[in-house]
């Protein structure tokens, strides 16, 4: 079973709108297929960079977590008040 496809929306200027409209018609698509083969390898492509670049940085030893010393607590709760 395969997950169901999700709807997205934006909005254009209507003179944007009917240049995509003209692209489309020309092509020969619908105006949901032209904008998916645009939007899709761009996600793939700025997922692939993410990945990487995780992977880049944690073989540096970078991992982006903040602590210096993981395990070590701070001053929450304070030691020795009350």
Not at 58 to 72: A, L, N, S, V, Y
């Amino acid at each position: 079973m395969s997950l169901e496809r999700k709807d997205v929306r934006f909005k254009l200027d209507p003179d944007d709108h009917a240049a995509l409209k003209a692209i489309c018609d020309i092509v020969g698509v619908d105006v949901g297929e032209f904008i998916e083969s645009i939007v899709v390898p761009e996600i793939r492509r700025r997922t692939h960079e993410a990945i990487s670049l995780a992977e880049a940085l944690e073989r540096r030893g970078i991992t982006g977590k903040t602590r210096e010393q993981p395990g070590m607590p701070g001053n929450w709760p304070a030691r020795g008040r009350r």
